[in-house]
């Protein structure tokens, strides 16, 4: 765990004194439930924006992603996965081994490239941490795009 670095996206900050600092009575719980984003700035080209003050949040043109609760909590976190999702949502970006994709930053790709020893390993820690309730907001996907200047939506019929 340490080594892949889970606890840089997956546990929040709090102020400390020396500045941010991961806030490790929260280790591993994800974006706070009461602090979601709201929509990001309108830009060109590609970017990325942390926000929130957490290092938990993160939008970009894929939308906004919050960083998901990790722990064993049974109803908002990892507690009802089994080890075979984890693996799969590891090697395929799939939530849950099949649903929605798993959105960036998640480096998904590098990780689903560790061994099955290794994943099953890290499945086995987040399965013995304390669980923490804290229900991550959703993924919000990328506002439509709108018509250049001058040019008018397809009508619809």
């Not at 009575?25 to 924006?49: D, F, N, T, V, Y």
């Not at 929130?52 to 960083?67: F, K, Q």
Request: charged share 15%.
């Amino acid at each position: 765990m340490t080594i892949l670095g889970c606890n840089d996206c997956h546990t929040p900050f709090k102020m400390g004194p020396q500045g941010p600092e991961p806030d490790m009575s929260r280790m591993l719980s994800g974006h706070p439930e009461s602090m979601k984003l709201p929509p990001p700035p309108a830009a060109k080209g590609p970017w990325i924006w942390f926000g929130a003050g957490t290092n938990t949040a993160y939008a970009g043109p894929w939308g906004i992603s919050y960083a998901s609760n990790l722990t064993p909590d049974q109803s908002t976190g990892l507690g009802i996965w089994t080890e075979d999702m984890f693996l799969k949502m590891m090697k395929t970006g799939k939530h849950m081994g099949v649903s929605r994709e798993v959105q960036p930053p998640m480096p998904w790709p590098w990780y689903g490239k560790a061994t099955d020893e290794d994943l099953k390993s890290v499945f086995a820690y987040l399965k013995s941490i304390p669980p923490i309730v804290n229900n991550v907001p959703d993924w919000q996907p990328p506002a439509p795009a709108k018509p250049a200047p001058g040019k008018s939506s397809p009508a619809k019929k």
